[in-house]
């Protein structure tokens, strides 16, 4: 099968840290995959470092075939990969509809006179944008909260309204770091068949950060485990469940 996203080797430093030592990871097209991992061992950094906010040390980050390491993030986002982050970042001073629509201006369509004198061709290219946003959240059945304030929303609703903000960059690869951080035991059910429905709907690769193992074991067709910035274990979720070193490193010696 046709490979999405592969790690060859990742290492990364700041100044005399080292953060990530020898990291491997290789993504079929379309499937959902794991990350976990005790507290500060590294992970929201390899998802930074394959955002783009980040430049690696070391190894390479092969998108579709295409090395990614130096490219920035607006110009990863363009090659299709949608991120959230583990702490909600949506602009609540904005309503969720233009949450919705901002995501999308890296691909504007026109310039700064366009916009200062409001030309047809800024016109026609906001008015799609709109028309865009509106239908993901029809899609998402949020339409009805487009005109709130993310602040005043519940915090469930709040990650749905970001996953959607990340989908309006019609992404093929997401990106998802603690979906469920937050989350009451309902809503992390509610979420395990979102990102279901996602997945299906959208036909996406995803890779997810997460520490619930309800979600991790319901949703993910493989896992990759690090540990003090390298990974131990690699395999389905039963391997992962029954790996020693993955008990010891992860839960001490209790059971996933």
Known sequence: MERHLEIKSLTHRFGGLQALTDINVSLKKGEIAGLIGPNGAGKTTVFNLVSGFYIPSEGDIIVGGTRINAMKPHEIAAMRIGR??????????????????????YQLGYNAADAFFHTRRYREREAEITRSARELLEVFNLADLADEYPKNLPYGIQRRVEIARALSLQPDLLLLDEPAAGLSTADISSLIDYIHWIH?????????????????????????????????????????????????????DGEI
Not at 87 to 99: A, H, P
Not at 218 to 240: M, R
């Open 84 to 105: 959230t982050f583990q702490n909600i970042r949506l602009w609540n001073e904005m309503t969720v509809l233009d949450n919705i629509r901002i995501s999308q201006h």
């Open 200 to 252: 299906d709907t959208f036909k996406l690769t995803i890779w997810m950060i997460e520490h619930q193992m309800e979600v991790i074991m319901s949703l993910c067709h493989n896992i990759s485990v690090i540990d003090f910035g390298k990974e131990i274990a690699w395999g389905t979720p039963e391997q992962i469940r029954t790996n020693p070193e993955v008990i010891k490193a992860y839960l001490g």
